[in-house]
C-alpha cells in the first residue's frame, strides 16, 4: 500500500520561503516520477514540478526560477523549496505518484501580501 504524506505548509509574506515534503511509503522514489501539484480555491488543480527516476526536473512557467524540486532517496522523500513566494502561490499543495491514483492530503500555503 503506497502512502504519500505532505508537510511544510503555512502562513508566510511573500517574498518569504518554504520547503514541502512528501514522505512515501510502500513505494521507492528513487524509481518512479513523482509531481507536485496545487490547487488554489475556486481553481483548478495544476502541475506544479516533476522529478523522474533518473532525474529530469520540470517546472511549471510560473514557478520557473523560484521552486526547485528534489528528493532523498534514504528517507524516501521529496522536497520541493518554494523561493520568493508571492500571493498567487497560495494553495493546497499535493504530491503524486505520476502514473497512479497515489495522491498525499495535501499541505496549504498561504502567502500574504
Known amino acids: 500500500q503506497v502512502e504519500l504524506v505532505e508537510s511544510g505548509g503555512g502562513l508566510v509574506q511573500a517574498g518569504e520561503s518554504l520547503r514541502l515534503s512528501c514522505a512515501a511509503s510502500?513505494?521507492?522514489?528513487?524509481?518512479?516520477?513523482m509531481a507536485w501539484y496545487r490547487q488554489a480555491p475556486g481553481k483548478q488543480r495544476e502541475l506544479v514540478a516533476t522529478?523522474?527516476?533518473?532525474?529530469?526536473?520540470f517546472y511549471a512557467s510560473s514557478v520557473k526560477g523560484r521552486f526547485t524540486v528534489s528528493r532523498d532517496n534514504a528517507k524516501h522523500t521529496v522536497y520541493l523549496q518554494m523561493n520568493t513566494l508571492k500571493p498567487e502561490d497560495t494553495a493546497t499543495y499535493f504530491c503524486?505518484?505520476?502514473?497512479?491514483?497515489?495522491w498525499g492530503k495535501g499541505t496549504l500555503v498561504t502567502v500574504s501580501s
Open positions: 503524486n505518484h505520476v502514473g497512479t491514483a497515489y
Open positions: 510502500g513505494t521507492i522514489v528513487s524509481d518512479i516520477t
Open positions: 522529478i523522474t527516476s533518473g532525474g529530469s526536473l
